[in-house]
């Protein structure tokens, strides 16, 4: 089955803990993209990356990282977080960067205290 | 700036009740407009792409257009199951990240 797989679902942490949320997917796409949902600002694009190797800044890249080592795997790193990073965080993918047609994954709930 | 926003922010409607979402547009050059459903404690689910004005695409009970300031999600005798979350999305033609500038989604809930 074709999936963008998250986790943790849930997490709850606290200011300055480090934290990693994992992101793979089975579909070998090229492109893969980190979105976050907040009330009233609805999704946003944090950061994204074309293929292996090769990523870049969105919209809200501030106090986030990622890596892309491997075409399935795209990790959005939280290195010191804050609480104004709470909120739920997407996952996509999609075969390149031309198409609208992301495959997102299930969402990461993050609450940081 | 580009912007999406979409109307009314929350819809409820009797089974078989027919109706249109709206989803109004402003972007520098549009690559292209996307309708994604979003369920509870999901994530969005991709339904439509839409390209030029007068572009139609149907699925079901769904059905989108779009003209050159913006779409309509039109919901034929909708079921309960249809009940979600509707997401209007744009993609610019000179946006490089390949990033989707989305609207605040209307809720719609469907009554048997």
């Known amino acids: 089955e074709a999936q963008v797989t998250q986790n943790p679902r849930y997490l709850i942490t606290v200011t300055g803990k480090k934290l990693t949320v994992t992101c793979s997917q089975n579909?070998?796409?090229?492109?893969m993209s980190w979105y976050r949902q907040d009330p009233g600002l609805g999704l946003r694009q944090i950061y994204y990356s074309m293929n292996v190797e090769v990523t870049d800044k969105g919209d809200v890249p501030e106090g986030y990282k990622v890596s892309r080592k491997e075409k399935r795997n795209f990790p959005l790193i939280l290195e010191s977080p804050s609480p104004n990073q709470t909120s739920l965080y997407f996952c996509?993918?999609?075969?390149?960067?031309?198409?609208?047609?992301?495959?997102f994954g299930e969402g990461s709930r993050l609450t940081v205290l | 700036e580009d912007q999406v926003t979409q109307s009314p922010e929350a819809l409820r409607l009797q089974e078989g009740e027919s109706s249109s979402l709206n989803c109004s547009y402003t972007?520098?050059?549009?690559?292209?407009l996307f309708w994604y459903r979003q369920d509870p404690g999901k994530g969005p689910e991709f339904l439509f792409t839409?390209?030029?004005a007068g572009e139609e695409k149907e699925k079901e009970r769904l059905k989108a257009t779009l003209t050159k300031k913006e779409s309509f999600l039109h919901i034929t005798a909708p079921k309960p199951e249809d009940s979600a979350t509707y997401l209007c999305a744009v993609q610019a033609k000179n946006n490089q990240g390949g990033k989707l500038i989305f609207g605040q989604g209307t809720e719609l809930s469907v009554k048997p």
């Open positions: 996509a993918s999609s075969w390149g960067v031309l198409t609208g047609e992301l495959f």
């Open positions: 839409l390209y030029s």
């Open positions: 579909m070998n796409h090229e492109y």
């Open positions: 972007v520098s050059g549009l690559r292209g």
